[in-house]
């Protein structure tokens, strides 16, 4: 581990420091940057929350937030969305640093996070997502956990977590010490979690070809599956281990620290297409097509991650006139995830290049995503609530082997920021103005056939070799995009009982790398994916008003947004005639596309708007408090040409209670999922389904220590849910009913 080095010799450094510095008072540091920075957050999750809640995906953990859900590709994988917003559009950051993993080169590719010694989550859009990181255009999702400890610990701390789930016949461990030796603040975390394929309920796992079937094939297709259910998805299963290292020294002069961060994961691929998911339209290829379904769904297929990050990061307080401090930053990640099938581990090189093609051209050898990043930052915290802010970043994506359908792409960033919170009589008014210059190097390479392809055996024998020999045309591209953006937040308190914010960004987007560069088959999303690079940048023009109420125990909220986003980037499929006329083209051996649907990354203008509500009474009930609430989100997309914008929210009701008695917890939610019948071209509705949750925790005082037992329940009602937001809901439903227990020791 590279960065492990690294990390020592800073450690060390930094020991030698700590031996020569002066004994210096501490300075109190808030962990949040929320409660600093401007306005704009929509949640923030306490570490407890987490930690007393079942393991899983970070979007998961956050999906039953108003406004925010999941994009999931079974347990391991959650993708954030924010109103709408999905893919790059939603930064994920670990400590106010945007993680720099291959989550935006495909569905399937978890984040580079991990929930263990988390502080908070905190959801955050406006001004104060423009400070972290551009191109947020539905905000940021921020993880803090204290592994660069801001302030001086007290004394020796060890906390031990341990975890059991039924619908994975899942555990985990995790144990976290803290301690200030010499004046040195020490964290070290460790999380190892081992979970199997989860429980689906009966009839829940379908296949996508059922859906072209007329009713009548369909019932029968359908109830002969249903009666070969495994009860459980095959290849849901996951394992994770972590490990971060960090150490601190504080002082009046501010604080200094270094933290090194590893995350190995394996994860099961429940579903990766095999580029025959459209042949149901030719008769004559049924039989082989069952046969080779069957040969499918008992491959192993998954894949492994590799992450190391090695983070400096501090402050040094000037208390001078003009400027008050300077925060500074820098992170390094090498990040790696390998894609493979399990059998290819019993063959030799040889056999595997003699064999790694199937019938229809893929390649079933692995699959390595890389992307290696650095980044450093400067923050100037100015007199008056002002900050400058200057970032510079670089990394480097590519994909390598089998399912190489992307070359490597180079990205080089450079912002200026200026955000400002002041207060104008009865009104607080928060802004920040970014400016970025993003740069993406990157090609594209294009086979094409010979239009000889029909001429005679040998003849055509010797041009597959000159063809096999040859790595095609590659043109090569050098992308700059100057982005303005700009956020304003104002708000005023109306009474003692009502206030109001108004909201306002522009925001813009540059293009992803994958939006860009793709070319090529991409079998998770069954689509052969053509990049653009013509595209512009996307600019988002966001108003949102919150209105909100609080007296005694009686509290509500409403907020309404309208999102115009110029120049939306999305995948358009081609319809089913020019599909046919692609599949005629593969039997006969001329098509490009390898029998996949052809999916082009185009623009058109589109808009969205939705609302959140949420309405509760908090009582006092038996000695102890009940918190009564019902919250309601919903978000409508369409673009310009009036077709629904693909893979949207639906709206969802939500009816929760919360009861606490001194140190006693008992958390009961219904989610009321509506069915989403918005759809764009080529999707089909999802139904609708009532998710039941319910959670128990206990503190117990042991003296010295104190021990958290946790007892949930989610899905409780055993429904068959899908995601519509997922790629994949007809193929990896979400898990079936699940029972757990968690116990946290802190001595």
Do not use: C
């Amino acid at each position: 581990m590279k960065n492990t080095f690294k990390a020592f010799l800073v450690i060390g450094a930094l020991s030698i420091f700590n031996i020569t510095a002066q004994d210096l008072e501490e300075v109190i540091i808030t962990s949040s940057f929320v409660s600093e920075e401007p306005n704009g957050t929509l949640h923030v999750i306490d570490g407890d929350e987490v930690d007393t809640s079942a393991n899983g995906s970070l979007g998961e953990a956050i999906d039953d937030l108003l406004g925010v859900s999941s994009a999931d590709f079974g347990s391991a994988i959650g993708q954030p969305i924010i109103r709408g917003m999905s893919g790059t559009r939603v930064k994920v950051l670990d400590n106010g640093m945007v993680n720099r993993d291959v989550s935006a080169l495909g569905p399937d590719h978890p984040n580079d996070t991990d929930l263990n010694n988390v502080q908070q989550i905190e959801i955050v859009r406006g001004p104060s997502s423009l400070l972290y990181a551009n191109g947020g255009i539905g905000g940021i999702v921020n993880i803090v956990d204290n592994t660069i400890a801001l302030t001086d610990f007290d004394g020796p701390e060890f906390k031990l977590g341990v975890e059991s789930q039924s619908v994975n016949d899942g555990e985990s461990q995790n144990f976290t010490y803290t301690d200030n030796l010499g004046g040195l603040n020490l964290t070290v975390s460790y999380k190892n979690a081992e979970f199997g394929s989860f429980d689906v309920p009966d009839g829940a796992i379908m296949h996508e070809e059922e859906e072209h079937h007329d009713e009548e094939e369909h019932h029968d297709e359908e109830e002969e599956h249903h009666d070969e259910d495994t009860g459980f998805l095959a290849n849901s299963d996951y394992e994770l281990e972590s490990t971060s290292i960090g150490i601190s020294k504080t002082g009046d002069w501010g604080y200094f620290g270094v933290s090194v961060k590893s995350l190995e994961n394996m994860h099961g691929i429940p579903f990766h297409g095999d580029g025959h998911g459209h042949e149901e339209h030719g008769e004559e290829h049924h039989d082989e097509d069952e046969h080779e379904e069957e040969e499918h769904e008992e491959e192993r297929i998954f894949a492994t991650t590799d992450s190391d990050k090695i983070d400096i990061k501090g402050s040094f307080n000037v208390n001078g006139s003009l400027l008050n401090a300077v925060d500074y930053y820098f992170r390094d990640t090498d990040y790696a995830l390998t894609e493979q099938h399990a059998e290819e581990e019993h063959h030799d090189e040889d056999e595997h290049e003699e064999e790694g093609h199937d019938d229809h051209g893929h390649e079933e050898g692995p699959t390595t995503f890389a992307n290696d990043a650095s980044e450093f930052g400067l923050t100037f915290n100015l007199s008056n609530n002002q900050k400058i802010v200057i970032n510079l970043a670089d990394e480097e994506s590519s994909v390598i082997g089998a399912e190489s359908f992307m070359n490597p792409v180079t990205s080089d960033e450079l912002t200026f920021g200026y955000f400002r919170s002041a207060e104008y009589g009865k009104f607080n008014l928060d802004l920040g103005v970014r400016l970025d210059r993003i740069d993406r190097n990157g090609s594209i390479t294009e086979v094409h056939h010979d239009e000889d392809e029909h001429h005679d055996e040998d003849e055509h024998h010797d041009e597959d070799e000159h063809h096999d020999e040859e790595e095609g045309e590659t043109t090569f591209f050098d992308k700059s995009f100057d982005n303005i953006s700009f956020a304003a937040n104002l708000g005023r308190e109306l009474n003692d009982y009502f206030d109001v914010d108004f909201g306002f960004a522009v925001v813009e987007r540059a293009p992803s790398a994958s939006e860009l560069f793709m070319n090529g088959p991409h079998l998770v999303t069954q689509r052969f994916e053509v990049g653009n690079t013509n595209l512009s940048a996307e600019e988002s023009t966001n108003f949102e008003v919150t209105l909100n109420y609080n007296n005694d125990g009686a509290y509500s909220s409403f907020t309404m947004y309208r999102n115009s986003v110029d120049n939306y980037i999305y995948l358009m499929d081609e319809t089913e005639e020019e599909h046919e006329e692609h599949d005629e083209e593969h039997e006969e051996g001329h098509d490009d596309h390898e029998g996949l649907t052809l999916a082009n990354f185009m623009q058109q203008n589109a808009e969205f708007e939705g609302i959140e509500f949420q309405v509760g009474r908090i009582v006092e009930l038996a000695s102890g408090t009940l918190d009564l609430r019902y919250s309601r989100d919903e978000v409508s997309a369409t673009f310009d040409d009036g077709h629904d914008v693909p893979r949207i929210t639906p709206a969802r009701n939500t009816y929760s209670l919360a009861y606490s008695k001194d140190t006693m917890v008992f958390k009961l939610m219904l989610k009321d999922v509506d069915k989403q019948s918005d759809v764009a071209e080529g999707e089909t509705t999802t139904d609708g389904y009532q998710m039941l949750n319910a959670r128990l925790t206990k503190v117990f005082d042991l003296g010295d220590s104190n021990l958290s037992v946790s007892i949930f329940g989610n899905n409780l009602l055993d429904e068959v849910a899908r995601n519509h937001s997922s790629y994949v809901k007809s193929e990896v439903p979400l898990p079936g009913r699940n029972y757990g227990v968690k116990f946290n020791l802190t001595f």
